[in-house]
């Protein structure tokens, strides 16, 4: 008898691929995503496509988080409206060199990476008053040339001036950044899959 066709899900591709974005986005492995009952092999097996989910694990991998757990250490997550924020210590931040230009401009007008820095953060005010700044990052120790949403460098540049921040970085990119408590830094935004980028973990700067 032929398998009957799902009622909760239209296209069972497209669910995996939107999984898989979500999950890269939110730098999760397929391990640390599963639980009892969704396996890694079972979550690969849905953003490929080849599996389609039920409505319960559905609701599950659904479910909003309250912590974050990379490397580093617990990153405090949650919704505010339609931002999502994080929380996070500056000192677990790469090594990255700041540089302020006299101007919006100045910024802008940079061709792309010096061959002599390979984390390279040149900022300047938009607005001060408001705490409305332009900004770009420049890794090629990771063989991006120009990254254009940093929330590290947003939670490291929140620590050194210790105000609410607005940053425009690269092509459109907003974060919104204010002061934690007990020395942290908040960082807030919305996000959109645009592209997968691969990179090597071993060879972020201050890594190891």
Known sequence: MPRQKSTHVDDP??????????????????????????????????????RIPSLQILRELGRPVDTLRPPAGEVATWR?????????RPEWVFPIEFEQLPAAADV????????????????????EPRGL???????????????????????????RLRRPLEIHQ??????FVRPGPDGTVEVGGRCAGLEERSYDVEAMPGHG
């Open 170 to 175: 690269g092509r459109g990119s907003r974060l």
């Open 13 to 50: 591709k497209a669910v995996g691929e939107r999984l898989k974005r979500a999950r890269v986005a939110a730098g999760m492995s397929q391990r640390q995503l599963a639980f009892p009952g969704c396996s890694p092999a079972y979550i690969s097996r849905v953003e490929s496509g080849d």
């Open 80 to 88: 505010d409206g339609d931002l999502t924020w994080i929380r996070a």
């Open 133 to 159: 700044l332009r900004s770009r990052y420049f890794v090629r120790e990771l063989g991006i040339d120009e990254d254009q949403a940093t929330g590290a460098a947003a939670v490291a540049l929140g620590a």
């Open 108 to 127: 802008d007008a940079i061709q792309g990476a010096r061959a002599d820095r390979d984390s390279w953060y040149p900022w300047a005010w938009i607005d």
